[in-house]
């Protein structure tokens, strides 16, 4: 059973994901591994470039939320600045991923 670790030093890059999923599935080969882990993240991007939202059952929901344009300021000049609208992702856990997440946090 996954568990997620209370110490959150660590940041799991790509290849590493890669690595643990093929160590831990002796049966399959790594290249293979690596194929499979970028055509999910390409689609699931692909999907978000259209508008879709991507579900993840017990894992969470990819969206895309709309920022509209706004005026800021830029932190080193403290000058006004228009920012466009913009599309950014956004991802909200499942049920089953939060409870995991705080399993014995009480």
Same mark, same amino acid.
């Not at 996954?2 to 002796?26: D, P």
């Not at 599309?87 to 991923?97: A, L, N, R």
């Given at each position: 059973?996954? $568990? *997620? &670790?209370? !110490?959150?030093? !660590? !940041?799991?890059?790509?290849?590493?994901? %890669?690595? /643990?999923? *093929?160590? /831990?599935?002796? !049966?399959?080969?790594?290249?293979?591994? =690596?194929? %499979? #882990? @970028?055509?999910?993240?390409?689609? %699931?991007?692909?999907?978000?470039? /259209?508008?879709?939202? #991507?579900?993840?059952?017990? +894992?969470?929901? +990819?969206?895309?939320?709309? $920022?509209?344009?706004? @005026?800021?300021?830029?932190?080193? @000049?403290? =000058?006004?600045?228009?920012?466009?609208?913009? &599309?950014?992702? +956004? +991802?909200? @856990?499942?049920? =089953?991923? $939060?409870?995991?997440?705080?399993?014995?946090? &009480?």
């Amino acid at each position: 059973m996954w $568990r *997620a &670790s209370v !110490h959150l030093e !660590h !940041h799991m890059i790509k290849s590493e994901l %890669i690595q /643990r999923i *093929a160590s /831990r599935n002796g !049966h399959l080969y790594q290249r293979d591994v =690596e194929t %499979i #882990v @970028t055509t999910i993240l390409d689609e %699931i991007a692909l999907a978000l470039a /259209r508008g879709d939202r #991507v579900e993840l059952r017990g +894992f969470g929901a +990819f969206s895309v939320k709309r $920022r509209e344009a706004r @005026t800021g300021r830029n932190p080193r @000049t403290g =000058e006004q600045v228009e920012v466009e609208e913009k &599309s950014v992702p +956004f +991802f909200k @856990t499942g049920k =089953e991923m $939060r409870e995991r997440l705080n399993e014995g946090a &009480s």
